[in-house]
């Protein structure tokens, strides 16, 4: 078993090689001596093939040119249970390593860091300029709290990594697999560190040609990070830069913990990336049938559990309240979820249902709005359409009483009903009476 694999790109690296591998097989033997050294290079470039054969490192010739496809080649060939990447020109200094490695279990990428407080970068005042600026386009724009988002100096688990999914070529594949990454919610880390000049040779960055790489690279992920597909898209909201959709999910967090507020344990279904999973009184249940939203979730001191809401893995009448916020809508009603929301919440509980409302022209033409102004969100997806008058007519067909009504802005419906307390409907009927 393989711990360690170490990815090098170094395309026309000979000299600094030479300086580089028996320092870095010194430290490796010291700190994990079962490690591979993948040096990465072109068809071309055989003295760098050489010196990699020399000091006994493995060399991979990429299929794909750039930097980016020397990545890809290094991750598809790395054997170890993490991978660890750094650059050939002397500018990632070997004793740095084993503070990366003691990090290891703390993220799933950690991030040898120029720009957090502790960290260096000795560079030309106009490089550093350019590095700084587009970190904080990146960072600023996508919205990760990642200060070094071009460091390539990096840790990874390598189960996190998916080659055959990175598109960039160039050094924006830095800025994709940390986007991608959090799109499936792991975790990252920055620690502080010093970055020392290039020794021998020179850049193989173009300014221009990869100026260009890097705003059509901004653009993809871009529409990646604020797309429903990423782990922490709820969560983000909460704070969103669009007015309105921070006032919504402010509203909508308001509403849903006042109305759980004092019920004891409680199973969120559907739970998402929320910030209510933050909210949730101890001992409750988050559950949603996604992994990746799980993950971000763990962030949260919640109950996690993956799975589904047409078949919710635990027994009859487990809690005093049941939560499920803008879940309905997107499930058919003839689908088995009325029938498990009330199989699980205990007699004289308290069921809270949130689902836009489409008998309200608000909602119906903010829901074109947004179909207009962001394709393929949310609205695409809403293949059940629900009024309030409906809901509120079913649930008084199975015995429930209505508590409360609440809206955010006459469109989102927020329904808290009281299962009977002494009565038990039976899980058939509330399927069949909801359905009719």
Not at 293 to 308: F, H, I, P, T
Request: net charge positive; charged share 25%; glycine share 6%.
């Amino acid at each position: 078993m393989t711990d360690l694999s170490i990815v090098i790109p170094a395309l026309h690296e000979a000299t600094n090689l030479r300086r580089l591998l028996p320092t870095l097989r010194a430290i490796l033997d010291a700190e994990a001596p079962q490690s591979e050294i993948l040096v990465v290079t072109s068809d071309q470039d055989l003295e760098t093939s050489q010196v990699a054969t020399v000091h006994a490192a493995t060399c991979i010739r990429q299929s794909r040119a750039g930097y980016g496809g020397a990545l890809v080649a290094g991750f598809a060939a790395a054997r170890g249970e993490f991978v660890l990447t750094m650059d050939a020109d002397l500018s990632h200094p070997t004793r740095f390593i084993p503070t990366l490695w003691r990090q290891r279990h703390t993220a799933e990428v950690i991030i040898a860091s120029r720009y957090i407080p502790g960290g260096h970068a000795t560079m030309p005042a106009s490089r550093l300029l350019l590095s700084r600026a587009l970190n904080r386009v990146f960072s600023r724009g996508l919205g990760l709290p990642v200060r070094d988002m071009s460091s390539g100096f990096r840790l990874y688990r390598r189960r996190i990594l998916s080659p055959d999914a990175y598109t960039s070529r160039h050094f924006d594949i830095l800025q994709e697999i940390l986007v991608r990454a959090y799109a499936d919610g792991w975790r990252v880390r920055e620690v502080p560190f010093e970055y020392e000049p290039r020794r021998q040779g020179c850049s193989h960055a173009r300014i221009v040609a990869f100026g260009l790489a890097y705003c059509r690279t901004f653009w993809s992920l871009w529409k990646l990070r604020n797309s429903i597909l990423c782990a922490d898209y709820d969560g983000r909201a909460h704070d969103s830069v669009i007015p309105l959709q921070r006032y919504w999910q402010r509203r909508r967090f308001r509403h849903l913990t006042e109305l759980i507020k004092g019920r004891g344990r409680v199973l969120d279904v559907g739970c998402g990336s929320s910030r209510v999973i933050g909210a949730l009184p101890h001992g409750s249940v988050a559950l949603d049938p996604l992994l990746h939203k799980l993950r971000y979730a763990k962030a949260y001191s919640c109950w996690l559990v993956q799975g589904s809401g047409f078949s919710l893995p635990f027994a009859d009448a487990s809690f005093r309240c049941v939560l499920c916020s803008q879940v309905i809508e997107h499930v058919a009603k003839d689908s088995r979820i009325l029938e498990e929301l009330n199989r699980v919440l205990a007699p004289g509980g308290r069921l809270v249902l949130g689902t836009p409302d489409y008998a309200n022209w608000q909602w119906r033409w903010m829901e074109k709005a947004y179909r207009l102004a962001a394709p393929g969100g949310y609205a695409d997806e809403h293949i059940a359409h629900y009024t309030r008058e409906e809901l509120i007519e079913k649930y008084r067909r199975c015995g429930y009483s209505l508590e409360e009504v609440r809206y955010i802005l006459r469109g989102e419906l927020i329904l808290a009903l009281a299962k009977p307390p002494a009565i038990r409907v039976s899980d058939h009927d509330v399927g069949t009476k909801a359905r009719t």
